[in-house]
């Protein structure tokens, strides 16, 4: 069964605290992305893997790590500097440039 | 920076109708656009896509549009259906500048659609 898997689905952590998201794929696919969004927002992108043991910063990667050791995993580590970490985290991959990213069901953190 | 943003954030018809999501682009280096649809609290699910070598591609049941000499990306969606319902985002990917925008994509804000039965 191909895709995409993001866990948990619902995250609670206490501020102060950091938190690892997982993302793992079996598409076989080059990139790998993560965006955040806000209730009524449009993604924002954090970071992006192009290849294994590169990656790029987004957008808003201040507060945010990731790592790239394994074509199949992309996990995110939201750091304790992430000033408003509470969001709806999507990961996304795609084969190569230029051609649709598929999106994982998301995980929801909530940070109190 | 530039932008991708929508002229309505909602947009309610019947059951039956045909929907006309707009978009607009401010980046005329862009070269691929995607529609996607988004359900309440899952991921985005790919729609359609077009390249800016193109100026309409059709699906099922859907229509992508793109006019680039004013920068104008729409949706169509025939004989809409009450699960069509969901939030509907445009993205675009930059072109190749620099080598440094692989699959970037550059998401606008959403319209919401609801469909009355």
């Known amino acids: 069964d191909g895709g995409i898997t993001q866990s948990p689905k619902y995250l609670f952590r206490k501020e102060g605290q950091n938190v690892t998201l997982s993302c793992e794929q079996n598409?076989?696919?080059?990139?790998m992305y993560w965006y955040r969004q806000d209730p009524g927002q449009g993604l924002r992108l954090i970071y992006y893997?192009?290849?294994?043991?590169?990656?790029q910063k987004g957008d808003i990667a201040e507060g945010y790590s990731v790592s790239r050791e394994k074509k199949e995993s992309f996990p995110l580590t939201v750091t304790s500097a992430q000033k408003n970490p509470t969001a709806f985290y999507l990961c996304?991959?795609?084969?190569?440039?230029?051609?649709?990213?598929?999106f994982g069901p998301g995980t929801r953190l909530t940070v109190t | 920076g530039e932008s991708v943003g929508l002229h309505l954030p909602t947009l309610s018809v019947q059951e039956g109708d045909n929907s006309i999501i707009n978009c607009a682009y401010s980046?005329?280096?862009?070269?691929?656009f995607i529609w996607y649809k988004q359900e309440s609290g899952k991921g985005p699910q790919f729609i359609i896509d077009?390249?800016?070598?193109?100026d309409k591609r059709q699906g099922q049941r859907v229509t992508v549009l793109l006019n680039k000499t004013v920068k104008h990306l729409s949706l169509q969606i025939a004989a809409t259906q009450p699960g069509d319902s969901a939030v509907y985002f445009c993205?675009?990917?930059?072109?190749?500048?620099?080598?440094?925008?692989?699959?970037?994509?550059?998401f606008g804000q959403g319209t919401i659609l609801t469909v009355h039965p």
């Open positions: 996304a991959t795609n084969k190569r440039k230029g051609t649709e990213q598929y």
């Open positions: 980046n005329s280096a862009s070269d691929y």
């Open positions: 077009i390249r800016s070598n193109m």
């Open positions: 598409l076989n696919h080059d990139a």
């Open positions: 993205a675009e990917n930059m072109g190749d500048a620099g080598g440094t925008s692989y699959g970037k994509l550059t």
């Open positions: 893997s192009q290849i294994v043991n590169d990656f």
